[in-house]
DNA sequence: TTCGAGATCGGCT
DNA sequence: GCCGATCTCGAAG
């Protein structure tokens, strides 16, 4: 069992800089209702300061928990259908956060699997609404003490991920401040999801299909 | 293997 | 109303 023993993070481990907090989130372990997730690629996002962050235009009933203690999960719904997981960092001012964007299945890989469809076992976890799914998080963990036994828990690395093999890149999907290399992932790792610049999604109008017919 | 578009709904302007 | 820190499938190369 290998999630069975792993001791939470103390909160005061996510009192710092984001980037800091991020890179030792890498290979990480996330444990929620029998399954642990082996973290193999994180984002930082700079709360307040960054324009790509929720929390960049303040607090709403949305992102109060980035605004609050470290430690806790931010969990957000998006595109109608979609969670994603965040870690909160640094002081509460600052709103800055870790973005889970996937993971390794080290432990429940059966229960995953079912969460999951029967996924290729590399796909289980890779991209973060595929986490969520995996460790079956959702709304109800917003807010949720990862630094604390029981629930959801973030347990340290095991060993720590050689430097070496730590990768540096644009963060995905996003069109504010994109270019910001914060984006890490353990290289060569099958777990990492592949990587998309922003793409701005295309929308059917009348007016459009209008101009592609004739003009 | 790569690309494009649909699904689907809550948050914010 | 507009658009998103995404995923999946089908079509084309």
Not at 11 to 21: G, H, T
Not at 95 to 105: I, Y
Not at 172 to 198: E, K
């Amino acid at each position: 069992m290998v999630g069975r023993q792993l001791t939470p993070l103390r909160r005061a481990f996510y009192d710092r800089p984001v980037l800091d907090v991020a890179l030792d989130l890498l290979g990480a372990v996330v444990w929620h209702d029998e399954v642990a997730v082996r973290l193999t690629e994180v984002e930082a996002y700079a709360g307040a300061a960054d324009p790509a962050s929720h929390a960049y235009r303040g607090q709403t009933a949305r992102n109060r928990v980035m605004f609050g203690p470290p430690g806790h999960a931010y969990v957000y719904f998006t595109y109608g259908m979609h969670f994603c997981m965040n870690l909160v960092c640094g002081p509460p001012a600052l709103a800055s956060a870790v973005l889970l964007r996937a993971g390794e299945v080290v432990a429940g890989s059966d229960v995953a699997a079912g969460r999951r469809s029967g996924a290729a076992a590399r796909d289980l976890a890779r991209g973060p609404a595929r986490l969520c799914q995996a460790l079956d998080i959702d709304r109800r963990l917003d807010g949720e003490d990862v630094t604390v036994p029981g629930g959801l828990v973030v347990a340290a690395a095991a060993e720590p991920v050689a430097a070496n093999r730590v990768r540096r890149g644009p963060r995905v999907g996003i069109s504010q401040a994109a270019d910001r290399p914060w984006r890490l992932w353990i290289d060569g790792d099958p777990s990492v999801s592949a990587y998309r610049a922003h793409v701005p999604r295309r929308r059917r109008t009348s007016g459009e299909a209008k101009s592609l017919g004739g003009h």
